[in-house]
C-alpha cells in the first residue's frame, strides 16, 4: 500500500486487507488491522502479530493481550476506548521481529490510521514500536517513560507486556506509566490540524 488515501478507517481497513507491500503478505493467514475505538484518545502501538492474531485477525489477543487489557485496568483506562495496533499488520514467519524494509513498507497505513484518528498520545509498547517511531538507535532504557514527538503526536514509550511475562520488567512500571498518559490527557495539547 504505497499512498494510501482512504476517507474511513473501514476504507483504509479493507485497502490493508488487500495489501501486499511487503513478502509477509505471502505468508499471513490474516491481517491484523488493529481495533477499538476510532475516536481514540491513546493510540497504542505494538510490534507485530503473533500466532494468535494472525489466526484471529485482531490485536493483542493471549496471554499478552489479557494482561494488557489488565494493566490498562489498573491504572484506570478501559482497552475499549483506546485504539490498539501493531507496527506492521502481517505476522512475520516464526515471531521473528519486523524488518526495518517491512516496517517502512507498513508506515502509510499507520500513518494514514493516526491522521484518521488523531489521538492526543501515541504509547509505544516495546522497544521495537519505540524504534519504529523514534529511530532505529534508540534503546528502551534511554526513552522508556520520556516524551518525544512523531509527525505532531506526542509520544510515550513503555514497556511491551510480555516483558512483564518474561519477568524482565515489573507490572508496575507499565502502570505507572500509564497512569501518567492518563494524567496528560488532561492537559490542553492538541492533535495537530
Ligand atoms: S505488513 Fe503492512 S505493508 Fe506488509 S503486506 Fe502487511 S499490511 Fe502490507
Given at each position: 500500500m504505497e499512498k494510501p488515501c482512504a476517507r474511513s478507517l473501514e476504507e483504509l481497513r479493507e485497502a490493508c486487507r488487500q495489501?501486499?507491500?511487503?513478502?509477509l503478505a505471502a505468508t499471513r493467514?490474516?491481517?491484523?488491522?488493529g481495533e477499538g475505538?476510532?475516536?481514540?484518545k491513546i493510540f497504542l502501538l505494538g510490534e507485530a502479530p503473533g500466532a494468535r492474531e494472525d489466526e484471529?485477525?485482531?490485536?493483542?489477543?493471549?496471554r499478552a493481550g489479557e494482561l494488557l487489557s489488565r494493566l490498562l485496568w489498573q491504572a484506570?483506562?478501559?482497552?475499549?476506548?483506546l485504539f490498539i495496533t501493531g507496527s506492521i499488520k502481517c505476522r512475520p514467519p516464526r515471531n521473528r521481529n519486523p524488518r526495518r524494509a517491512e516496517m517502512a513498507a507498513c508506515r502509510p497505513v499507520l500513518n494514514q490510521q493516526l491522521d484518521l484518528i488523531r489521538p492526543r498520545i501515541i504509547v509505544c509498547l516495546g522497544l521495537v514500536a519505540a524504534q519504529n517511531l523514534l529511530?532505529?538507535?534508540?534503546r528502551m532504557g534511554d526513552v522508556r517513560g520520556q516524551w518525544f514527538q512523531y509527525r505532531g503526536y506526542r509520544v510515550y514509550p513503555t514497556y511491551h507486556p510480555a516483558a512483564v511475562l518474561r519477568h524482565t520488567v515489573s507490572a508496575g512500571l507499565i502502570i505507572e506509566d500509564f497512569r501518567t498518559v492518563k494524567k496528560a490527557l488532561s492537559s490542553a495539547w492538541q492533535p495537530p490540524q
Amino acid at each position: 500500500m504505497e499512498k494510501p488515501c482512504a476517507r474511513s478507517l473501514e476504507e483504509l481497513r479493507e485497502a490493508c486487507r488487500q495489501c501486499r507491500a511487503c513478502g509477509l503478505a505471502a505468508t499471513r493467514q490474516n491481517v491484523v488491522f488493529g481495533e477499538g475505538n476510532s475516536r481514540a484518545k491513546i493510540f497504542l502501538l505494538g510490534e507485530a502479530p503473533g500466532a494468535r492474531e494472525d489466526e484471529s485477525g485482531r490485536p493483542f489477543v493471549g496471554r499478552a493481550g489479557e494482561l494488557l487489557s489488565r494493566l490498562l485496568w489498573q491504572a484506570g483506562l478501559e482497552r475499549g476506548d483506546l485504539f490498539i495496533t501493531g507496527s506492521i499488520k502481517c505476522r512475520p514467519p516464526r515471531n521473528r521481529n519486523p524488518r526495518r524494509a517491512e516496517m517502512a513498507a507498513c508506515r502509510p497505513v499507520l500513518n494514514q490510521q493516526l491522521d484518521l484518528i488523531r489521538p492526543r498520545i501515541i504509547v509505544c509498547l516495546g522497544l521495537v514500536a519505540a524504534q519504529n517511531l523514534l529511530g532505529p538507535g534508540v534503546r528502551m532504557g534511554d526513552v522508556r517513560g520520556q516524551w518525544f514527538q512523531y509527525r505532531g503526536y506526542r509520544v510515550y514509550p513503555t514497556y511491551h507486556p510480555a516483558a512483564v511475562l518474561r519477568h524482565t520488567v515489573s507490572a508496575g512500571l507499565i502502570i505507572e506509566d500509564f497512569r501518567t498518559v492518563k494524567k496528560a490527557l488532561s492537559s490542553a495539547w492538541q492533535p495537530p490540524q
